[in-house]
Nanobody, 125 residues
Framework: QVQLVESGGGSVQAGGSLRLSCAAS?????????IGWFRQAPGKEREGVAV???????RYADSVKGRFTISRDNAKNTLYLQMNSLNVEDTAMYYC??????????????????WGQGTQVTVSS
């Protein structure tokens, strides 16, 4: 049974940084067809932030390009999201997600069967 556990969220002032972690168990993180970070703000639909899904380079939302970096440590079976230059619009619940078969649809949250419980990120001005 796949389990994903996020950590690293918190409150930070605009311009600050956070690093989110997603520890996986029950399946090797390097073997997932797609794995990534999504976020959901109150009243908004869940959206992709950064995804690794078999294309040569990770995919990022336009709003986070140049500020966020997704990476994974296969030895630790952990996925990371380094978030720099945070702004108020980044405030949301952040979720880690993974699936064994996304079929090229890794950017869409409905492609994922496995989700963590989420970690809150709050950025104040």
């Amino acid at each position: 049974q796949v389990q994903l556990v996020e950590s690293g969220g918190g409150s930070v002032q605009a311009g600050g940084s956070l690093r989110l972690s997603c520890a996986a168990s029950g399946y090797l993180i390097g073997n997932f067809d797609c794995i990534g970070w999504f976020r959901q703000a109150p009243g908004k639909e869940r959206e992709g932030v950064a995804v690794i899904d078999g294309v040569p380079t990770p995919r990022y939302a336009d709003s986070v390009k140049g500020r966020f970096t997704i990476s994974r440590d296969n030895a630790k079976n952990t996925l990371y999201l380094q978030m720099n230059s945070l702004n108020v619009e980044d405030t949301a619940m952040y979720y880690c997600a993974a699936d064994r078969l996304c079929g090229g649809s890794g950017w869409y949250y409905r492609s994922y069967a496995n989700w963590g419980q989420g970690t809150q990120v709050t950025v104040s001005s």
